[in-house]
């Protein structure tokens, strides 16, 4: 462990010295770990701005105490302490291109990183043109990944889980849980179909290391629903990157939906089973959930499904290869927290004990901002807080069309609860469902009223 975390010191070092900026840490906010940080991966509201530039350093000057700089019998004066001595314009111009030099070997994604282009919600502005809230990772690349393998699993036999015959899916799983992000990267994008050019935004320093969030204007983009975003890399570069993102206008429906329970099962309650379904066994989609949706995106005439998780981005490949299997008839974003810790096994910690409520409302008020005349179908599970987040919603003013909320044996699922959690919605905005149930929600007309 102390390994992995002196390599990332180092790369860290390394990047600082030839004039890529790292970022500076910020004092952790009361009630957050200083070892890691965990917020949204979508920007505050759909107008999020990249990373402002770093302010110049202020010169000083050092004025002679004569009539001049340097008065007849008095020698120059010393410079105080801290002033910078004014470089000759040669030596600007040198250094300019040196700098310049540097700042396009960071910049650019080379055949030694990896990015991720993450699934993206798209709206449209008052001139019509689309809007996309792009999020992206740049890591250095891993060939090996023996130390994240071995620090897990000797966490995992603690809580007596056991690897197995599942070693390939566990590194597959876990891959990115010891990805050491890069800052300073941009990458140019295409998206057939639209008229602008794009850019991803520079990815951060720390705390968010590796993490860019952009908004980025694509220009008349027609009236696809899903496009893709695929990064444009040096000629030499033969692998493709992509991403989809995801349009839908002001108007009609969405679907926000939580996953883990939800539509995935994935045993929150049990912290072995959890940490199981999540690393090492193939996932398996909540019996008859798939069809619901399937139903749902005709009968909702192609709403946007927004899948909002508490789970870190490390499990974003997972998850998205879960959705684009499992519910290809209702793909959609996926928001998951950002979460930038020392060690994998933080990670595995923040998995099986992560607090989502604050998390998921701000996501909903966000998604609100980016369709704030769309009627929102919500659906998620009794194991955590979904009553509650859903409820908390549609106080605030968002338009809510249903709650739905899985019963999932073993939560806390008492009428004290759902009348607390509940209070003032009205009865006719949820519903709590049993898994015998299931079936029978393809038959409510949600687009009618029924709920």
Not at 109 to 138: C, E, K, M, R, W
């Amino acid at each position: 462990m102390l390994l992995f975390k002196s390599c990332g010191l180092l790369v860290l070092a390394v990047l600082s010295v030839i004039g890529a900026p790292v970022g500076t840490p910020k004092p952790a906010a009361k009630g957050r770990a200083t070892l890691s940080r965990s917020k949204s991966l979508v920007g505050k509201g759909p107008a999020a701005k990249a990373p402002a530039p770093a302010t110049a350093a202020k010169k000083t000057v050092v004025k002679g105490k004569g009539k001049g700089p340097t008065s007849p019998g008095r020698a120059a004066p010393v410079a105080a302490a801290g002033a910078a001595a004014v470089p000759s314009t040669a030596q600007t111009k040198a250094g300019s291109s040196i700098a310049q030099k540097a700042h396009n070997l960071i910049d650019n994604i080379h055949a030694t990183d990896d990015l991720i282009i993450f699934d993206s919600p798209a709206y449209s502005d008052a001139n019509g043109n689309t809007i996309v809230a792009l999020q992206t990772f740049a890591s250095i690349r891993q060939i090996d990944l023996h130390k994240v393998t071995n620090a897990v699993t000797g966490f995992l036999k603690t809580l007596h889980v056991d690897v197995g015959n599942s070693l390939n899916t566990f590194q597959e799983r876990v891959k990115l849980l010891g990805a050491i992000g890069l800052p300073h990267k941009s990458v140019p994008f295409s998206v057939p179909g639209c008229s602008g050019t794009a850019q991803s935004g520079q990815t951060a320093g720390l705390p968010d290391l590796g993490i860019s969030l952009k908004t980025v204007n694509l220009g008349k983009c027609g009236a696809a629903h899903e496009m893709t975003a695929t990064a444009t890399l040096s000629a030499s570069d033969k692998r493709v990157m992509k991403g989809s993102i995801f349009f839908s206008p002001n108007s009609g429906f969405g679907v926000i939906s939580d996953i883990d329970d939800t539509i995935k099962v994935s045993h929150v309650l049990d912290k072995a089973k959890l940490i199981k379904s999540t690393l090492l066994e193939p996932p398996k989609a909540v019996p008859g959930m798939p069809e619901v949706y399937a139903s749902l995106a005709k009968s909702l005439k192609q709403p946007q499904f927004v899948y909002v998780s508490g789970s870190p981005y490390q499990l974003y490949p997972f998850l998205n290869s879960f959705i684009d299997t499992s519910y290809a008839a209702s793909k959609g974003p996926i928001l998951l927290k950002n979460l930038t810790a020392v060690d994998p096994v933080q990670t595995i910690k923040f998995i099986t004990g992560s607090n989502t409520q604050a998390y998921k409302v701000m996501q909903i008020d966000r998604l609100r901002a980016m369709y704030p005349a769309k009627k929102w179908l919500m659906v998620g599970d009794s194991t955590e807080k979904d009553p509650e987040v859903y409820a908390e919603a549609f106080k605030k003013g968002v338009n809510v069309a249903c709650i739905w909320i899985r019963n999932v044996d073993g939560s806390a699922n008492t009428p004290a609860r759902f009348a607390a959690a509940f209070a003032g919605v009205p009865k006719t905005k949820y519903r709590v469902y049993k898994d015998a149930e299931i079936p029978s929600l393809s038959k409510v007309n949600v687009a009618g009223g029924q709920c």
